[in-house]
């Protein structure tokens, strides 16, 4: 028989005593912590009316589930729920129904939503199992009940090394966020880290899907019997979830020995992380939105003056479909009395030809004469003028008509997608074969075969099925990274192609098209960017810029995915890759960001970091001090130039900088 309970007094009478419990919880709310649920102009921050929690379940560990939430009993034994959702249709202006039936059944105690506060007060908790939790449910609890929470950070004095505990509303807890030790145990997870990923590697209860019909704007904004079993199931996924990661063999957290000597010190490290994160992006940065525009309005000139200087000496383009579809002769062009349809009328109008007077059988267009009836279906243009933003097309033409010689290509990696999750194989393979219908059919395709190097055993020699089989076989055991475009600029600096220079006589016109896609990037990462752009194919846009998400208060959220690479290191959003004030419009756009009155903004940056870090540990392991001393020396003596070199004497050819420290990472992860 369903429990029900009105306090967590008679919930703890019941159940006869309150030992120590471990337990997982998730929040169903009606949407997210943005500028939709937050009033970002009160101080503090206030929820606005329109946000709430819906329910709130717990599972404690080998014990009880309990579902705090307001309403009726749902008694979950396999009878079916059909339910109105009164916001949702209001909303959509149709009848949204939603329907519970076909499921496991399950048990849990009800309890009131406000009991909630009350349980962790009272209930003897250990461990507090949540998948992000730091970034949203901790968070939503101290917003709209006052829930205060820290996380403990990391002590060192002396060779002693002490830790400060993690606490909720006073109570020391121990908070296992199951994404952050996910993505802390394996940044590189295969997959993914999301609680649906996951569960399914635990091999226990899994997430089940949820109203997938409707919008997420839309789908969380009634409670019915359905969201109630969601939660519940996302409870008890994650419980399986975390003994999972416990039980590890690559993990060992369940070892306690293991887990203090390995494990403690860098998840404690990323909680901390997590929660510093959230604030800011909560708190974000104060966007000139006066700036913004002037910026805009001198990029639009600057790029209006460089396009009118390039796209005369510009070489046709092959023609797109749809620009040779307007050219293409309709099939009826004459009536049966002789006279021309209004097809072949309409046609000549459109493409600015005309007859030739006195003579209906002949057209002409652009000074060539044509005799009627043209070929049907065979357009009459089959190139079309070039824009300064067709990269590929100038790229090509420069190398085939010039000899440029880039000095880096772009690479890509064909088993993943574009947030570095891997892709199943189905997907590798069709993404293989997307290369290669490029690679073949374009000027790269010398330079995208060779650069495989020996190991690949593909040269430019090499037949399409051949190749086509070696980058199965190297996708199937790990990644698969390949050649893509070749770049007009080199280094971090993003200074010009050297060969750029050299062929300056006969295209002098390379560092204003450098400019203008610098300046196209710069306008778009404030109406629409994010991307870099010497790293977008043709047609290809970024995500939205920051305009787009400016908030009442004036400031932009300024969020990341810590430990979201696959190095372990952050993945900032909607703010990133800001370019530094050496670089073509960096300082113009770096003073778009600022705070409010009678705060400074201050900026640093560490100087190598990681080798200096490493020159610390690898010294005992250097008789010679050669390599550790590279680790810390300026340009030319550096890592990475040493290393360059090193290379270049090896393989018998130039290798440059760059590229040269993709090695010194992969050697020294």
Same mark, same amino acid.
């Given at each position: 028989?369903?429990?029900?309970?009105?306090? !967590?007094?008679?919930?703890?009478?019941?159940?006869?005593?309150?030992?120590?419990?471990?337990?997982?919880?998730?929040?169903?709310?009606?949407?997210?912590?943005?500028?939709?649920?937050?009033?970002?102009?009160?101080?503090?921050?206030?929820?606005?009316?329109?946000?709430?929690?819906?329910?709130?379940?717990?599972?404690?560990?080998?014990?009880?589930?309990?579902?705090?939430?307001?309403?009726?009993?749902?008694?979950?034994?396999?009878?079916?729920?059909?339910?109105?959702?009164?916001?949702?249709?209001?909303?959509?202006?149709?009848?949204?129904?939603?329907?519970? &039936?076909?499921?496991?059944?399950?048990?849990?105690?009800?309890?009131?939503?406000?009991?909630?506060?009350?349980?962790?007060?009272?209930?003897?908790?250990?461990?507090?199992?949540?998948?992000?939790? @730091?970034?949203?449910?901790?968070?939503?609890?101290?917003?709209?009940?006052?829930?205060?929470?820290?996380?403990?950070?990391?002590?060192?004095?002396?060779?002693?090394?002490?830790?400060?505990?993690?606490?909720?509303?006073?109570?020391?807890?121990?908070?296992?966020?199951?994404?952050?030790?996910?993505?802390?145990?394996?940044?590189?997870?295969?997959?993914?880290?999301?609680?649906?990923?996951?569960?399914?590697?635990?091999?226990?209860?899994?997430?089940?899907?949820?109203?997938?019909?409707?919008?997420?704007?839309?789908?969380?904004?009634?409670?019915?019997?359905?969201?109630?079993?969601?939660?519940?199931?996302?409870?008890?996924?994650?419980?399986?979830?975390?003994?999972?990661? /416990?039980?590890?063999?690559?993990?060992?957290?369940?070892?306690?020995?293991?887990?203090?000597?390995?494990?403690?010190?860098?998840? /404690?490290?990323?909680?901390?992380?997590?929660?510093? !994160?959230?604030?800011?992006?909560?708190?974000?940065?104060? #966007?000139?939105?006066?700036?913004?525009? &002037?910026?805009?309005?001198?990029?639009?000139?600057?790029?209006?003056?460089?396009?009118?200087?390039?796209?005369?000496?510009?070489?046709?383009?092959?023609?797109?479909?749809?620009?040779?579809?307007?050219?293409?002769?309709?099939? +009826?062009?004459?009536?049966?009395?002789?006279?021309?349809?209004?097809?072949?009328?309409?046609?000549?109008?459109?493409?600015?030809?005309?007859?030739?007077?006195?003579?209906? *059988?002949?057209?002409?267009?652009?000074?060539?004469?044509?005799?009627?009836?043209?070929?049907?279906?065979?357009?009459?243009?089959?190139?079309?003028?070039?824009?300064?933003?067709?990269?590929?097309?100038?790229?090509?033409?420069?190398?085939?008509?010039?000899?440029?010689?880039?000095?880096?290509?772009?690479?890509?990696?064909?088993?993943?997608?574009?947030?570095?999750?891997? #892709?199943?194989?189905?997907?590798?393979?069709?993404? @293989?074969?997307?290369?290669?219908?490029?690679?073949?059919?374009?000027?790269?395709?010398?330079?995208?075969?060779?650069?495989?190097?020996?190991?690949?055993? @593909?040269?430019?020699?090499?037949?399409?099925?051949?190749?086509? /089989?070696?980058?199965?076989?190297?996708?199937?055991?790990?990644? $698969?990274?390949?050649?893509?475009?070749?770049?007009?600029?080199?280094? /971090?600096?993003?200074?010009? $192609?050297?060969?750029?220079?050299?062929? %300056?006589?006969?295209?002098?016109?390379?560092?204003?098209?450098?400019?203008?896609?610098?300046? &196209?990037?710069?306008?778009?990462?404030?109406?629409?960017?994010?991307?870099?752009?010497?790293?977008?194919?043709?047609?290809?846009?970024?995500?939205?810029?920051?305009?787009?998400?400016? *908030?009442?208060?004036?400031?932009?959220?300024?969020?990341?995915?810590? $430990?979201?690479?696959?190095?372990?290191?952050?993945?900032?959003?909607?703010?990133?890759?800001?370019?530094?004030?050496?670089?073509?419009?960096?300082?113009?756009?770096?003073?778009?960001?600022?705070?409010?009155?009678?705060?400074?903004?201050?900026?640093?940056?560490?100087?190598?970091?990681?080798?200096?870090?490493?020159?610390?540990? $690898?010294?005992?392991?250097?008789?010679? &001090?050669?390599?550790?001393?590279?680790?810390?020396?300026?340009?030319?003596?550096?890592?990475?130039?040493?290393?360059?070199? +090193? !290379?270049?004497?090896?393989?018998?050819?130039?290798?440059?900088?760059?590229? %040269?420290?993709?090695?010194?990472?992969?050697?020294?992860?």
């Amino acid at each position: 028989m369903q429990q029900r309970f009105e306090t !967590i007094e008679q919930y703890l009478e019941w159940m006869g005593n309150n030992n120590f419990t471990n337990m997982t919880w998730d929040i169903e709310a009606t949407g997210l912590l943005d500028e939709t649920s937050i009033d970002y102009t009160a101080s503090p921050y206030k929820i606005k009316p329109s946000y709430k929690h819906h329910c709130i379940v717990v599972e404690e560990h080998g014990g009880n589930i309990l579902a705090f939430y307001d309403g009726p009993t749902y008694v979950f034994d396999g009878r079916e729920y059909t339910e109105r959702l009164p916001k949702a249709s209001s909303m959509l202006h149709t009848e949204e129904v939603v329907t519970l &039936k076909d499921y496991t059944p399950v048990e849990y105690i009800h309890l009131p939503l406000k009991e909630f506060k009350n349980y962790v007060l009272k209930r003897k908790i250990k461990r507090v199992v949540a998948h992000n939790m @730091i970034n949203f449910d901790l968070m939503s609890m101290k917003l709209v009940e006052d829930m205060d929470f820290t996380i403990g950070v990391e002590h060192r004095d002396g060779g002693l090394t002490t830790w400060s505990a993690d606490t909720w509303m006073g109570k020391q807890v121990v908070f296992d966020d199951t994404l952050v030790i996910s993505k802390t145990c394996n940044p590189d997870l295969f997959g993914g880290h999301s609680l649906d990923k996951l569960s399914r590697r635990a091999g226990g209860d899994t997430k089940i899907d949820f109203r997938k019909h409707l919008a997420p704007d839309v789908r969380f904004l009634d409670f019915a019997a359905d969201m109630l079993y969601y939660c519940i199931y996302d409870v008890k996924a994650n419980t399986a979830v975390w003994h999972w990661l /416990q039980d590890h063999e690559d993990y060992q957290l369940s070892d306690r020995d293991n887990y203090i000597k390995n494990w403690l010190s860098p998840i /404690q490290l990323e909680k901390k992380v997590a929660e510093i !994160i959230t604030y800011q992006e909560h708190r974000g940065f104060v #966007l000139n939105v006066d700036l913004c525009e &002037k910026a805009v309005k001198d990029l639009d000139a600057k790029m209006e003056e460089r396009r009118a200087r390039v796209e005369p000496v510009l070489p046709p383009r092959p023609a797109t479909k749809k620009f040779m579809a307007d050219y293409t002769p309709p099939k +009826r062009q004459f009536k049966q009395n002789g006279e021309i349809t209004s097809y072949l009328q309409k046609f000549i109008e459109r493409i600015g030809a005309q007859l030739k007077e006195g003579d209906d *059988r002949t057209m002409i267009f652009e000074g060539k004469e044509y005799k009627l009836p043209l070929p049907a279906d065979v357009p009459l243009k089959t190139e079309m003028p070039a824009k300064i933003g067709d990269t590929t097309h100038i790229k090509q033409w420069l190398m085939g008509e010039f000899g440029w010689i880039p000095s880096e290509w772009k690479e890509t990696d064909l088993t993943v997608d574009q947030k570095k999750i891997k #892709l199943p194989m189905e997907n590798i393979v069709a993404k @293989i074969d997307r290369w290669l219908d490029v690679t073949y059919s374009t000027a790269y395709k010398e330079e995208r075969l060779d650069g495989f190097g020996d190991y690949m055993k @593909i040269t430019p020699r090499s037949t399409r099925a051949y190749v086509r /089989q070696r980058l199965i076989d190297r996708a199937s055991k790990g990644s $698969c990274k390949v050649l893509t475009n070749p770049s007009f600029t080199k280094g /971090q600096e993003k200074e010009m $192609c050297p060969d750029l220079e050299r062929i %300056a006589e006969q295209f002098p016109f390379a560092k204003d098209v450098i400019e203008y896609l610098t300046f &196209k990037h710069r306008r778009s990462a404030i109406l629409g960017g994010g991307m870099d752009w010497d790293e977008m194919e043709d047609g290809e846009e970024p995500e939205k810029g920051y305009l787009a998400s400016i *908030r009442q208060d004036g400031r932009i959220p300024t969020p990341a995915d810590t $430990c979201g690479a696959a190095t372990s290191r952050m993945k900032h959003r909607k703010v990133a890759n800001v370019p530094r004030i050496t670089s073509l419009y960096g300082a113009e756009l770096r003073e778009l960001f600022g705070v409010g009155d009678g705060f400074f903004q201050i900026g640093y940056d560490f100087d190598s970091l990681e080798a200096r870090k490493e020159s610390a540990y $690898c010294d005992q392991y250097d008789p010679t &001090k050669e390599y550790c001393k590279s680790l810390m020396m300026e340009k030319p003596f550096d890592v990475h130039t040493m290393m360059a070199k +090193r !290379i270049s004497e090896i393989i018998g050819r130039q290798f440059n900088r760059s590229p %040269a420290k993709n090695v010194k990472y992969g050697l020294t992860k």
